[in-house]
């Protein structure tokens, strides 16, 4: 059972009273955005021109999304770069060879160059030694205490390890960069465990468990541990290779790697820190949306007769700002980016190789569907909400249609993308370990001061 029944029974007794507390504090946790614009807050520290503000100093990635003239922001083509390195340059490579290239895109973000064959050699091998869970952990740590969230279950999973780490608060490079292999590797196993469990548990299907296979690679070995026959093909692995790459790094300013930034700057450890990362990135607003966009995708095939008529697609678009379709947010999941303008180009480059599966596989009018959204989306958004400025679709938009092509469930798609953005959190945990300060922004106090009053005064 997943709660102590005296516990609600408890909240059950007391239920009149804490729901008239709930109530009357109500407003005391309303902020009026006045007080944000009059005392020249940065909420969601970005800039009033949608800007980020400038926390720190990184050389792990880039995002580029647009050109700042004379304070003006000039819309520019979305590039991102991996410690210097254009990420589109990096994929056409071992794309061009057929080979796999997440285990070479953590070793640059982790080392800071571009592994030799030796070197990458070297560094596989490792990453097959660490990819086996400690003895008895998915029993102990998994098995026991099921839950109906696989994202929930990786970050009590990562907190764990620290127990099944004979050293793990030594801050030292070779410590962290260690942890660091170890994490990389694990993460996508810890994953499909966690998934395995939660099917058995809550949809009463088989339970079944892999473990993973030397000489794969990350991609090979997720596919292999998540499915129940432990098959796929070698154009489905490197697909999804393909959005590991692209998910693994995007800058130290979104929200989970500077969450793992900031739980690095106090000193704690390495379990604690990118566990944090992964709470984050489980957020709607952030990792989540790929979840979201596949929903909003779903209604839209249900609610959209003829996908080939603009008219009608448009029709939808707008109903979903208005609030009247979709999950009511008035949202367009999918479509624009905090930096990226003109183009994101993890979505350029997703849609590139993803176009000759989708047709294998019969997702090709789907694939239409979504290409229909992007180019009707801005125009649809410019007219309904008289703003100007440039909307382009992001990864989300398509990540979710990958990953059900790749006959991934959709409870794996944010575990997907922190299976790949570990790599990227724990570049940036070892280099916010070299700084030594901590991270402490200020907040402004708006409470008034108010007289003590005694308990036996109190109403």
């Not at 520290?45 to 000039?74: C, F, M, P, Q, W």
């Not at 970050?155 to 660091?180: C, F, H, K, W």
């Not at 079944?208 to 499915?227: D, G, Q, S």
Request: aromatic share 10%.
């Amino acid at each position: 059972m997943a709660y102590d029944p005296s516990l609600l029974d408890t909240f059950a007794e007391h239920s009149g009273l804490f729901v008239d507390l709930v109530e009357s504090c109500r407003n005391h946790y309303v902020i009026s955005p006045s007080a944000f614009s009059n005392n020249y807050i940065k909420r969601g520290l970005r800039e009033a021109d949608g800007t980020g503000v400038i926390a720190g100093i990184t050389r792990k990635g880039n995002v580029h999304g647009y050109i700042v003239s004379e304070g003006e922001r000039i819309p520019a083509p979305g590039e991102l770069f991996y410690c210097g390195y254009n990420v589109e340059d990096l994929v056409n490579s071992f794309m061009s060879e057929g080979r796999f290239g997440f285990e070479e895109t953590a070793f640059l973000l982790l080392f800071g160059h571009l592994p030799s064959e030796e070197e990458l050699d070297s560094f596989d091998r490792i990453m097959d030694a660490c990819r086996f869970l400690p003895p008895r952990f998915t029993e102990d740590i998994i098995m026991k205490a099921p839950s109906t969230s696989v994202m929930n279950k990786m970050a009590t999973g990562v907190l764990a390890l620290y127990a099944y780490d004979d050293n793990p608060d030594d801050s030292s490079l070779e410590n962290i960069m260690r942890q660091s292999i170890e994490l990389i590797a694990r993460l996508p196993i810890i994953a499909a465990h966690s998934y395995a469990v939660y099917r058995n548990v809550f949809r009463g299907k088989s339970l079944t468990l892999h473990n993973p296979r030397n000489n794969l690679c990350t991609a090979e070995n997720f596919l292999r541990v998540l499915r129940s026959d432990k098959s796929y093909t070698d154009e489905e692995a490197k697909l999804l290779d393909l959005c590991l790459v692209l998910h693994a790094e995007h800058g130290g300013g979104n929200n989970s790697t500077f969450s793992t930034r900031v739980i690095s700057s106090t000193g704690s450890d390495t379990y604690s820190a990118i566990a944090s990362a992964i709470c984050s990135l489980k957020g709607p607003r952030h990792g989540g949306a790929n979840i979201k966009a596949q929903q909003m995708f779903d209604d839209a095939k249900a609610n959209i007769l003829n996908p080939k008529d603009d008219g009608e697609v448009k029709d939808y678009l707008v109903k979903i700002l208005r609030g009247e379709a979709g999950d009511g947010s008035g949202l367009i999941y999918g479509m624009g980016h905090a930096v990226y303008t003109l183009s994101d180009p993890r979505a350029v480059t997703l849609k590139r190789y993803a176009r000759s599966l989708a047709e294998k596989k019969g997702y090709g009018a789907d694939f239409e569907l979504l290409e229909t959204i992007e180019r009707l989306s801005p125009g649809v958004f410019h007219e309904e909400r008289r703003i100007e400025k440039p909307l382009c679709a992001n990864v989300d938009l398509y990540s979710g249609l990958v990953y059900r092509m790749l006959g991934i469930p959709t409870e794996m798609f944010t575990p997907l993308f922190a299976i790949a953005r570990v790599a990227g959190w724990c570049a940036h945990r070892i280099e916010e370990a070299a700084q030594s300060k901590i991270i402490r922004p200020g907040y402004k106090c708006i409470a008034k001061e108010t007289r003590y009053v005694p308990l036996a005064e109190r109403s």
